[in-house]
């Protein structure tokens, strides 16, 4: 092989090595405690508790797989992307956003891909699922008008009605966001807009999904933050009538004199004003105390 192609066949094992790795982090191999027949052909083993395992070497070449069907459709419009799992509505939003797909959170209408005078009416080349059993509707539809489906399947999923089955747990937050993650990046690094010259910048933090609690919190600490920042800018803030010559309270630690300032102002008016006269150009005379002891 030329050179080129050795690069590709390089990366392509270093992201694979790297890939499994992310899965294993975001628990991706762990599965439920039922097996059915057509998925323990991607189970790995059975822990001593009772969970079975997946091997996570089919679920990236299925990974793969899914990808190239996905590059395969020249209108990124026909694909539509379903999870009616909370955990995975954010994946399917960001895996929308940037493919430039359809993606479809919540409960999926009855009829959408079957009624034409529905209001919400499509006629998609690729429905992808991110679990069977809570999205079976939409993978009944998807039979009905022939279209292919992709579908995340845990080791209890059942495959009816499903064309490419990508073994890995569908019930995680994080792993949910860490499979959409993997996927979208793989499309684009197979359509040619990410390369290892221009990687790919978006964090996998951006497909999981998050509470309502956690944002509220968030928010609510951002706001104290800024509040408290605003408090200790005013409280620092120069007290008026201080200067060179001393504080604002007429207080020098030199000891000279002090020329400005709130109370050096004072004293200087002070000193400056003249005595008031008397009316009438004489004096007022006051009785002495002594005067007045013979009387009492």
């Not at 419009?77 to 955990?87: F, L, N, T």
Request: hydrophobic share 40%; aromatic share 10%; proline share 5%.
């Amino acid at each position: 092989p030329g050179l080129n192609q050795l690069i590709k066949i390089n990366m392509s094992v270093t992201n694979k090595e790297s890939d499994i790795q992310n899965l294993l982090a975001a628990q991706c191999h762990l599965g439920t405690k039922n097996c059915t027949e057509t998925m323990d052909r991607y189970v790995y083993r059975r822990r001593n508790d009772g969970v079975f395992v997946f091997n996570l070497a089919k679920t990236w070449d299925k990974l793969q797989m899914a990808a190239r069907v996905i590059v395969a459709i020249d209108n990124p419009q026909d694909i539509v992307a379903i999870s009616a799992r909370p955990y995975g509505q954010r994946g399917v939003l960001k895996f929308a956003h940037h493919t430039g797909a359809n993606g479809v959170v919540g409960r999926h209408t009855p009829g959408s891909f079957t009624n034409q005078s529905q209001k919400g009416f499509s006629e998609p080349r690729l429905v992808i699922v991110t679990d069977p059993r809570t999205d079976h509707q939409a993978i009944r539809e998807a039979g009905y008008m022939n279209i292919p489906v992709i579908a995340f399947c845990d080791t209890d999923s059942d495959l009816a009605g499903i064309d490419i089955a990508i073994p890995a747990n569908n019930k995680g937050k994080h792993a949910i966001g860490m499979l959409y993650w993997l996927l979208t990046r793989m499309v684009l690094q197979m359509r040619g807009s990410v390369s290892a010259v221009s990687p790919w910048d978006v964090m996998v933090d951006m497909f999981f999904y998050r509470e309502p609690e956690e944002l509220k919190e968030q928010e609510e600490a951002q706001e104290a933050a800024a509040a408290e920042a605003e408090g200790t800018a005013g409280f620092n803030a120069a007290l008026p009538g201080e200067g060179e010559y001393g504080d604002a309270y007429g207080y020098n630690p030199s000891g000279e004199a002090v020329q400005g300032g709130f109370a050096g102002g004072f004293a200087a008016d002070f000193e400056a004003a003249a005595a008031p006269a008397a009316a009438g150009g004489a004096g007022i005379e006051y009785a002495q105390p002594e005067s007045f002891g013979s009387q009492f």
